[in-house]
């Protein structure tokens, strides 16, 4: 299909195919993973609290914008901000998109060959042989531990997100997506009622949900703005190039209130998995990035057909990785194929293998490479915390001031308004795009710092 700026480009099949794969980039193993560890770190209940706020007045109004932009040019985001700012600094939100795409994809990558080696160890019965729940955390340990496994891994889920990119975003998304979704959905709530019916569970639930303000730091604050951009996919365009394969059809503001509900439903289910079961086994929340891989098979071995379930869990988890993994690599892949003009098997297999050497040393960093320090952090969690407390909040917050003040709120409103009937809201979108998304990042930016 051709589009306006005469360039070949697909478009997304139904408006359902779109909101799917959009809260497919979103949902993912951000909401599965990273959620419930950050969340143990930070406290519990009132750093859910805080996430819950970035999500709502700040993802919300900046997820619009980028959809906004991504329709109206159809270009990926370094094109966007050239055809809308011809010759402006303002294409730098577009190179910093790609570059944190870059960092983030390459540990992302390591994540996902975790749940792909659950999904081979389910199978294998390893997961369902433990004594006890401190059994379960050892066994992770030493599987995170193994540089070649990790390695071999880390290069199995590249290897699978290369192969679906190449074929563009279209095709298999859109399928994967309706699947995934709400078998995700489902199987949480299954696995909550298990958790939540263990004894000692309240106690984690009190953990969770029961705000302690006493515990929240400047830290904490900025790690639950970089998480709400994170889950959201946004701040480095992967919205606007997702928002770019979209026909004029679709309504733009309930498409943002459905994936944003969507993700911080499953966000909000998986933390009622993990920290009933936490507590039940005595664990500590703080544990870190292995918390939901050590926890899970507590859970799974407690109910019927533990192998089944649990390979189904890892199986959906591994769907849901993937649709944000492609969007990931779309975002690098669509600047080489629009504005280089690569191939796009070219730009997608070049610049996986990139990825994939860049993220070795994250593969490594829970066992040889564990005690190698990047200020002060191991490899994986410098690169984490760089691209997510960093580079994607202030992709996000340069979004806002140029969709608020440059763009204007006005031509925005066009663009939404070119087949809704009307924006609603339109007045509190602006006054959150113009004022509390830039403020609210550059205060947590100044609050880290001082
Ligand atoms: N939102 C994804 C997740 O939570 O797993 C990760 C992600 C995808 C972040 C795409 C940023 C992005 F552009």
Redesign the pocket.
Known sequence: MTNGNGNHRGFWKTRLGFVLAAAG???????V??FPYITGQNGGGAFVLLYLACALGVGIPIMLAEFTIGRKTNLNPVGALQTLRPGSWWVVIGYM?VL??LL?LSY?CVVGGWTVAYIVKSLNHSLDRFANPREAGGYFASFIADPLEMIFYHAVFMALTVAVVFKGVHGGIEKACDVMMPGLAVILCVLMVRSLTLPGAMEGVKFYLYPDFGKITAKSVLMAMGQA???????????ITYGSYLSEKENLTSSTVYVVGF?LLISLLAGLVIFPAVSFAKLEPTEGPSLVFSVLPIVFSRMPLPTLVSTVFFVLLLI??LT??I??LE?VAAYFIDQLKWKRKKAVSVMGAVIFLLGIPSALSFGVMKDARFMGMTFFEFVDNLA?NYL?PLGGALTAIFVGWVWGTKEAQKEVERHETQFHFVEIWAFLIRFVAPVAVAAIFLAKLF
């Open positions: 980039s979103a949902v993912g193993l951000g909401s993973w990273k998109g944190a795409g983030i992302y951009f994170f889950t959201l996919s946004l701040g480095m365009g992967a919205m993700t849901a990785a944000s993994s969007s990931l975002v997510a994607l």
